[in-house]
């Protein structure tokens, strides 16, 4: 996942801005101060229940009892995060992504009592419950005292007669004062009404925004719980992968070389008991040579699954593997590796047979599905130039010019999937990308960009 992929995941969609007249009476502005009145409605709760959390932790905790009780009041801190994200999402606009679930893993005793007072989430929810009240606090009774002055001043001169009347300096009676009780008095309280009115919600906004950043600072998973849970997925869609490799190669021996050379057993035996029996030699020298032509396909056979395996050509480098499987390619294929993607020499092998594969497959797909005439790759190192030498990355672009209209198609837990999005994972595996752009009517273009070394190898 891309930094630009993680900043969207975290801050989310906001609702467009309004414009200055309108705000007062907009949808936004209103959910904005039904925001402020439910989180305030909560805060008491949630700061008695964060600052609970945190006097249980270090107060109680010095028993077995009091570190269940304190873990447990961390885990449940997950809850308060969820119904205010909840909130945020219903009257703020604003998708929040939650944090990776809490899982109880049976690693026993203490490490399960470990897990669950040192939750991370837990307590990124707790310091959220206590940070936000004072926000909401001052927020609400700013925005509600902005709200009732603007609403008071800007409808003062319909009800200002009910006032009882007040005895002025000068002897004269008057509803509320003397400057206020005459025309211009009036309408300068109605314009500044109406001027609290157009200010109040942007105002009210200033604390929400604060509110807002806070949620999604503090209820929202971390970067590296994101690539921590993207690395499991990806390692899990690995193995997965691997394990279809290995059952493929496990039954296209079963099925084809394994039959064979029991075939061939068979007609080595039949010709040894004709020569026993003396029979005719004719018959045992075409027994023979069945036999000898069906080792030499079980030879081709076997030559193609360890080529699959791993591709003899790799062992003179990814440049020489590349134009190999050009020339068997069943289309035209152009392959332009730049000089420095081995000028400080060959990459490491787990990235050279990614990269193999995944230009090996995507040509495949060319022949089979898009009905190319020809393809193009280059093979590059990003963000190089004269002076500055080879990068740390490897670019793989491949084109065609097929009809276009590839997709990736995720998977959806029944095993199925597309052979891109299986590309995509094994370049997500070494922290790596896969790009795909394909409209209806081509070209295909393929951009995957690959480390020089696996993550954590230099």
């Known amino acids: 996942m891309t930094p630009m992929a993680l900043d969207r995941q975290l801050v989310g969609t906001v609702r467009p801005d309004v414009h200055v007249l309108n705000a007062p009476l907009s949808r936004r502005t209103w959910s904005e101060y039904g925001f402020l009145w439910l989180v305030l409605l909560l805060a008491p709760f949630a700061l008695a229940y964060g600052i609970f959390a945190v006097v249980s932790t270090a107060a109680i905790a010095a028993t077995v009892v009091g570190l269940f009780v304190a873990g447990a009041v961390v885990v449940g801190g997950r809850g308060w995060g969820a119904l205010y994200r909840g909130l945020v999402r219903g009257l703020l606009g604003v998708d929040i992504t939650p944090p990776a679930p809490y899982v109880r893993r049976p690693r026993g005793f203490w490490r399960t009592i470990g897990a669950m007072v040192g939750d991370a989430a837990g307590w990124r929810a707790v310091l959220f419950m206590i940070a936000s009240v004072p926000a909401t606090l001052v927020g609400f009774v ?41 025309l211009l008095g009036q309408l300068l309280v109605a314009l500044g009404g109406l001027v609290l009115l157009l200010v109040w919600p942007w105002v009210q906004r200033l604390f929400v925004t ?3 950043v806070l949620a999604v600072a503090l209820l929202s998973p971390t970067r590296a719980s994101l690539r921590v849970a993207e690395l499991e997925a990806s390692r899990a869609d690995t193995v ?21 050379l029991v075939a061939i057993a068979m007609q080595l035996g039949e010709a040894k008991e004709q020569i026993a029996d003396r029979d005719d030699p004719s018959q045992t020298a075409e027994l023979l040579d069945t036999a000898h032509a069906s080792t030499k396909e079980a030879l081709v056979e076997l030559r193609e699954l360890a080529r699959g395996i791993h591709p003899p050509a790799l062992d003179d480098g990814l440049e020489v593997a590349l134009a190999t499987l050009a020339g068997r390619a069943p289309l035209p294929v152009t392959v332009d590796v730049a000089p420095e993607v081995e000028a400080d020499g060959r990459l490491a092998p787990a990235i050279e047979s990614i990269a193999y594969f995944t230009i090996a497959e995507l040509v495949t797909n060319a022949a089979k599905h898009a ?6 790759v280059l093979v590059e190192r990003p963000g190089t130039g004269a002076s500055d030498g080879p990068g740390d990355a490897v670019r793989i672009q491949v084109r065609d010019d097929g009809r276009g209209g590839a997709i990736v198609v995720p998977a959806d837990g029944s095993g199925l999937r597309s052979g891109l999005a299986g590309l995509a994972e094994r370049a997500r595996s070494v922290d790596g990308t896969f790009d795909l752009s394909s409209p209806v009517g081509g070209p295909t273009v393929v951009t995957v960009t690959l480390p020089t070394a696996p993550p954590g190898r230099g």
């Open 142 to 182: 700013v925005s509600t005292t902005f709200l009732v002055a603007g609403l008071f001043g800007l409808t003062y001169w319909t009800w200002y007669r009910f006032l009882p009347l007040q005895q002025a300096p000068d002897g004269t009676w008057n509803h509320g004062g003397a400057f206020v009780d005459t």
């Open 371 to 376: 009905r190319a005439s020809g393809m193009h």
């Open 210 to 212: 604060l509110i807002r």
């Open 240 to 260: 997965d992968d691997a394990d279809a490799r290995l059952r493929r190669i496990e039954r296209d021996l079963h099925d084809g070389t394994q039959a064979r």
